[in-house]
Every structure is written in structure tokens, then in C-alpha cells.
């Protein structure tokens, strides 16, 4: 009969569990990291990890067999979000910004210290980037991200996002804690994020935030505008950031947000 803990749990599961949370937190791990983390021994951090392995929840790199958590959970998330109506309550906003823009438009949860998109609608130009649903992307320079972290307490943001100095993708990236923290401070007082070719050189985005009826964000919406398109690129900026505030503000009250937000 399986073992129980004093709570009346079963203790194998909480244990998988446990296995499940700290790979979520800390990203790739061995077995004899998981078990000193955990206080298990290694023959049974070893029998946990090979049974999630073997279930589909965890994948192994062959380079240097540690474990992550595999994509299963995205799909599974996936399906909670869709349940959950997000996606689809956020599309007919998506479409008639994308009609109205002629541009792409995005929409995206955060996921960690990372950003998942959960729907997009493509630009009519032949202009394409490999940004798809289900695309993972980190959150700290890209204006989706810096949307859905703005609101979050600082020192949440720093536990998130630790260590510093982070990855540089462009010249623009934002790479420290401080420049980070005062570029969050902008996009609250403003209500709105500029991605400034942070992520992918010549394509700047613009986000805005998309809240929940208790006035949290729950969400980002974004709009793309590759940078040679438009040698002026502040005069097509401004001519759409209304168009995408009104959107994200629509949105919100569709999900039952009545304007009162903390800034």
C-alpha cells in the first residue's frame, strides 16, 4: 500500500511533485542536484525522476543528462488557458487591431522569467518573424515581458529574473538590474512598453498591458513594426500605440476590469 504522510497525502506523489517545483524554479538540474535540494537520497531522487521521465514530464539532455521539464507542460498549459478562456475572449480584439494596423499582433502570458505566446495574427506584408504560439521568450527584453512584469513588486521582479548581468541579444538589450528596474518604472508611468530592438535588431514592439476584473495584469498585447519599413519610426509608433491602448483597454473590460488599477 503507498505510504502516507502525516497530512494524509501520499508521499511518492508529493515528492514528484516537489521534483516537478523545483525544476519549474531553478531550469535544468542532475539527479544528485535534485536530491541534496530536496534531502532525498539518490536512489530515490533517481526513481522519481526516471518514472516522469518515462511518463513524458521531464526530458533528458544528452549532453550532459540533466533534466528540465519537457514540453508537455506547455501543452498542458495550453489547455488550461484555453479552458480558461483567455485566448479565446482575447481574439476578436487581436483581429480588429491587426485589421486596423496592418500589422502583427501578439498576445502573451508570462511564464516564469520568460513569455509564452498563447495567439498571434500575422502581418498582410511579406515581412515574417519566427515568433509562433508557443514561442518562449525572455521576458526582460522584450515589450511583451516588461509589460506583464511593471506591476509585479520589484523585489519579485529581481527574485525572477536573478542573476545579473543577463544575456545580450542586440545593442540594445537591456542587461543589468538597474537599468531594468528604472525601464519598468517608465512603462508603469506611461502605461505602455517599447521593445526597441532589445530582442531581434529592426523590429521594435509596443505592449500594453491586459488586466483581470481585480485590476492585475494578466496579460500583454503587442504589436510589431519592423524598422525598415518605416524610416520614421516614431510617427508610425505613435499613430498605432492608440490603436493597441484601446485594444488592451477593451480587452480588460471585457474580462470584467472597470478602469480602477493601481499605477
Known amino acids: 500500500m503507498e505510504p502516507k504522510d502525516k497530512r494524509g497525502g501520499i508521499q511518492s506523489i508529493e515528492r514528484a511533485c516537489t521534483v516537478l517545483d523545483l525544476l519549474d524554479e531553478r531550469g535544468e538540474m542532475g539527479v544528485s542536484e535534485i536530491g541534496r535540494a530536496l534531502g532525498l537520497e539518490r536512489s530515490t531522487a533517481h526513481r522519481i ?19 528540465a521539464l519537457s514540453f508537455r507542460f506547455f501543452e498542458m498549459g495550453n489547455t488550461v488557458v484555453k479552458r480558461h478562456g483567455l485566448r479565446q475572449q482575447g481574439a476578436p480584439f487581436l483581429r480588429d487591431l491587426s485589421t486596423r494596423t496592418n500589422e ?21 506584408s511579406t515581412i515574417k518573424v519566427d515568433l509562433s504560439v508557443g514561442k ?38 537591456i542587461v543589468t538590474c538597474e537599468a531594468l528596474e528604472e525601464s519598468l518604472r517608465t512603462v508603469r508611468k506611461q502605461g505602455y512598453s517599447v521593445d526597441n530592438e532589445e530582442y531581434i535588431e529592426g523590429l521594435v514592439c509596443i505592449a500594453a498591458p491586459v488586466r483581470g476584473r481585480t485590476g492585475e495584469v494578466v496579460a500583454a498585447m503587442s504589436v510589431a513594426l519592423p524598422k525598415f519599413l518605416y524610416p520614421d519610426g516614431d510617427e508610425r509608433r505613435n499613430n498605432v500605440l492608440p490603436l493597441l491602448l484601446e485594444a488592451s483597454e477593451s480587452f480588460s473590460r471585457s474580462l470584467g476590469f472597470d478602469g480602477a488599477a493601481d499605477s
Open 136 to 173: 518562449r521568450l525572455p521576458a526582460y527584453c522584450t515589450g511583451l515581458g516588461k509589460v506583464l512584469l511593471a506591476w509585479m513588486p520589484g523585489e519579485k521582479v529581481h527574485e525572477l529574473l536573478a542573476p545579473f548581468p543577463k544575456r545580450r541579444f542586440t545593442q540594445n538589450t
Open 49 to 67: 525522476v526516471s518514472t516522469l521521465r518515462n511518463l513524458g514530464y521531464l526530458a533528458q539532455n544528452p549532453g550532459n543528462a540533466k533534466y
Open 104 to 124: 502583427a499582433v501578439n498576445l502573451a502570458i508570462l511564464d516564469g522569467d520568460g513569455v509564452i505566446y498563447i495567439d498571434k495574427i500575422e502581418s498582410r
